[in-house]
């Protein structure tokens, strides 16, 4: 049986779509994470969670093909582009970063395809696919038919970072650096950073490999942002998203880093092979202006004790010796202090006060832009980031550090110091308070969002963050989104409340895999996009990202949602529009939507076997 999204008779469509939507949802939920799959190790784990799945709350969530939200004439149909572009990533394209230059990484940065190579066609899942499993389980087990690349596993066999077993791929937790273990190596971090008292919250994670640091970081209830270059480590990034941790596909390059400054309670390095002493510590640079004042950075691997280790590392100790020294001068250079070295580990903290900076050589050379979170494509410069002004020289800079959840609500420094036009104390209560009541809304019409089915959130247009506050679980994380157009730069905003987040412009693909999120949510995007590039451009870069089965909420007027829902229709997907929670005279609408699931090689949607 199968179901399409075509035009034809709407009631008995919708009708139909109905009963056999629900249905398949709950076939595919239920059968699709083990009967798809085989029988394995991983069968064991997976049947327990399904077991426990209620098909009634996957049916409540009622889709609808038209009819319902006041959208006529012919659907267009998108085709897939079919399996050769299953793991499509258009702006990190392996073939077309091959013609640009290796110096400096800049062929691993972002080169997007232009207006006339887009593609305008649905990215299939692989076959076999089915549904990760969920937090915590997910962090130690990958459905192999997902992510269906065991290089890593022979690469990486002796450093335990995964390990294929049946039908699944397992991690169990080890890294280059943490041969015992990521808890063992995040216990001796935090010997040092405060981590276990909520004061270090949000950590940037450079290089991250399939991302266990920032998995296991989730036990201390700190959230990371890793991110690692598409490269001969096949699938990292993707795995590390399977896993449920944050990541994205992203390298220090040639250009910044796209975060705000100051954004960052820590930053790590594990063997990264990063160069940080070369091109005169510009990548120290850039990192020390991500990390908040009294924030902490973390090194560990070559060439820290490089007296010890230079012949396991098959390096002569000439060439580490002077690579440690490089780095030293660099840390000197921006006041940072060591606080700990000890075996291959190093870690040094940012100052909290602007007074060494005020006063600072004019050897040091201070960044002139008045906007350090200026950063879209902008390249990275030779230069140190100043300190925001304060009327102390021994204030902290930027504010004092609150402990998370406390800072999760709490005013954050930026609105209180007026560094944000326009926006008071007031404002971002009241947006907490109209957020909180927008996502009691959406619970009500999507029951899922209480159960833990979406692990991996997104925000597309993210404002001051209180979606995600509103969201805020142990079962979930959300990637906030700043579109570069937007009125307000509010994402520094985003960090000082403990969340993470990007700036990215939505006229070109997110740095991700296919099939990366369980959940988008869409406020206004289409709207602020509509005069810039195509709604259905954008549309289909949502649905490269969204898992089969993954639901979207878009927030628009209604004359847009309309639009949007007939664009989706064509696109495999069901949707339903619903009034504001205030009543139907209020102008805007929300629009609930469900991808449905579909693999390489099907021509149609859903199907029965």
């Given at each position: 049986?199968?179901?399409?999204?075509?035009?034809?008779?709407?009631?008995?469509?919708?009708?139909?779509?109905?009963?056999?939507?629900?249905?398949?949802?709950?076939?595919?939920?239920?059968?699709?994470?083990?009967?798809?799959?085989?029988?394995?190790?991983?069968?064991?784990?997976?049947?327990?969670?399904?077991?426990?799945?209620?098909?009634?709350?996957?049916?409540?969530?009622?889709?609808?093909?038209?009819?319902?939200?006041?959208?006529?004439?012919?659907?267009?149909?998108?085709?897939?582009?079919?399996?050769?572009?299953?793991?499509?990533?258009?702006?990190?394209?392996q073939m077309r970063a091959m013609t640009f230059p290796r110096e400096n990484m800049n062929y691993r940065e972002r080169h997007c395809p232009p207006e006339e190579e887009k593609l305008h066609c649905l990215i299939p899942a692989p076959k076999g696919y089915v549904t990760p499993f969920r937090w915590p389980q997910s962090r130690d087990y990958v459905p192999y038919a997902n992510a269906p690349y065991k290089s890593l596993t022979v690469e990486k066999a002796v450093q335990n970072w995964i390990q294929y077993e049946g039908n699944v791929f397992r991690f169990p937790g080890g890294g280059t650096q943490f041969p015992h273990g990521a808890d063992a190596y995040i216990n001796e971090l935090a010997g040092v950073i405060p981590m276990d008292n909520g004061m270090v919250r949000t950590a940037l994670d450079t290089g991250c490999g399939v991302a266990s640091w920032g998995a296991y970081l989730f036990k201390k209830n700190v959230i990371a942002m890793s991110f690692a270059p598409r490269d001969s480590h096949e699938a990292q990034v993707q795995f590390a998203l399977e896993r449920g941790v944050p990541a994205v596909i992203g390298v220090l390059g040639t250009i910044k880093l796209p975060y705000p400054s100051r954004a960052f309670d820590m930053a790590h390095c594990s063997r990264c092979l990063i160069p940080w002493g070369e091109n005169d510590g510009m990548y120290m640079m850039e990192v020390d202006r991500v990390l908040r004042p009294g924030g902490y950075w973390v090194l560990s691997g070559p060439p820290i004790n490089w007296r010890?280790?230079?012949?396991?590392?098959?390096?002569?100790?000439?060439?580490?010796?002077?690579?440690?020294?490089?780095?030293?001068?660099?840390?000197?250079?921006?006041?940072?202090?060591?606080?700990?070295?000890?075996?291959?580990?190093?870690?040094?903290?940012?100052?909290?006060?602007?007074?060494?900076?005020?006063?600072?050589?004019?050897?040091?050379?201070?960044?002139?832009?008045?906007?350090?979170?200026?950063?879209?494509?902008?390249?990275?410069?030779?230069?140190?980031?100043?300190?925001?002004?304060?009327?102390?020289?021994?204030?902290?800079?930027?504010?004092?550090?609150?402990?998370?959840?406390?800072?999760?609500?709490?005013?954050?420094?930026?609105?209180?110091?007026?560094?944000?036009?326009?926006?008071?104390?007031?404002?971002?209560?009241?947006?907490?308070?109209?957020?909180?009541?927008?996502?009691?809304?959406?619970?009500?019409?999507?029951?899922?969002?209480?159960?833990?089915?979406?692990?991996?959130?997104?925000?597309?247009?993210?404002?001051?963050?209180?979606?995600?506050?509103?969201?805020?679980?142990?079962?979930?994380?959300?990637?906030?989104?700043?579109?570069?157009?937007?009125?307000?730069?509010?994402?520094?905003?985003?960090?000082?409340?403990?969340?993470?987040?990007?700036?990215?412009?939505?006229?070109?693909?997110?740095?991700?895999?296919?099939?990366?999120?369980?959940?988008?949510?869409?406020?206004?995007?289409?709207?602020?996009?509509?005069?810039?590039?195509?709604?259905?451009?954008?549309?289909?870069?949502?649905?490269?990202?969204?898992?089969?089965?993954?639901?979207?909420?878009?927030?628009?007027?209604?004359?847009?949602?309309?639009?949007?829902?007939?664009?989706?229709r064509g696109m495999r997907w069901n949707t339903k529009m619903v009034d504001h929670e205030d009543g139907p005279l209020v102008p805007e609408k929300v629009l609930f939507a469900v991808k449905r699931y579909w693999v390489a090689g099907e021509d149609n949607s859903t199907t029965s076997e």
């Open positions: 049986m199968a179901t399409k999204g075509n035009s034809g008779d709407n009631r008995s469509r919708s009708s139909m779509s109905i009963v056999v939507v629900a249905g398949l949802c709950c076939f595919f939920y239920i059968l699709g994470v083990w009967q798809r799959s085989g029988f394995g190790k991983g069968d064991s784990i997976a049947m327990d969670i399904t077991s426990h799945t209620d098909c009634s709350i996957l049916s409540s969530l009622v889709t609808h093909h038209s009819g319902t939200d006041g959208s006529e004439g012919v659907v267009k149909e998108f085709k897939s582009c079919g399996s050769r572009y299953i793991d499509y990533t258009p702006c990190q394209d010890n280790n230079y012949v396991a590392w098959q390096r002569p100790k000439e060439e580490l010796e002077e690579e440690q020294k490089k780095i030293e001068e660099v840390a000197k250079l921006l006041n940072w202090e060591k606080k700990h070295e000890k075996g291959e580990i190093a870690i040094w903290r940012k100052q909290t006060t602007s007074e060494y900076r005020r006063d600072q050589d004019p050897q040091s050379n201070m960044c002139e832009s008045n906007n350090a979170d200026d950063v879209w494509y902008k390249k990275m410069e030779l230069c140190v980031t100043p300190f925001p002004e304060t009327s102390d020289f021994n204030e902290d800079a930027g504010g004092p550090w609150k402990p998370f959840p406390e800072r999760l609500n709490a005013l954050p420094s930026r609105i209180s110091s007026g560094f944000v036009p326009d926006v008071s104390a007031e404002t971002f209560q009241e947006d907490n308070k109209a957020w909180k009541k927008h996502v009691n809304a959406y619970k009500r019409t999507n029951k899922l969002m209480n159960t833990g089915r979406y692990r991996n959130i997104m925000d597309m247009n993210a404002g001051l963050g209180s979606f995600a506050a509103a969201l805020d679980s142990p079962k979930l994380w959300v990637m906030n989104v700043m579109p570069t157009i937007a009125e307000k730069d509010t994402l520094g905003v985003i960090f000082e409340r403990g969340l993470i987040g990007i700036y990215h412009d939505w006229c070109e693909a997110f740095s991700t895999y296919p099939r990366t999120y369980d959940l988008i949510h869409a406020n206004g995007v289409f709207s602020l996009y509509k005069d810039k590039c195509d709604a259905e451009d954008i549309l289909l870069e949502m649905d490269r990202i969204l898992r089969p089965e993954g639901a979207v909420i878009f927030r628009d007027h209604m004359d847009v949602l309309v639009k949007v829902s007939k664009l989706a």
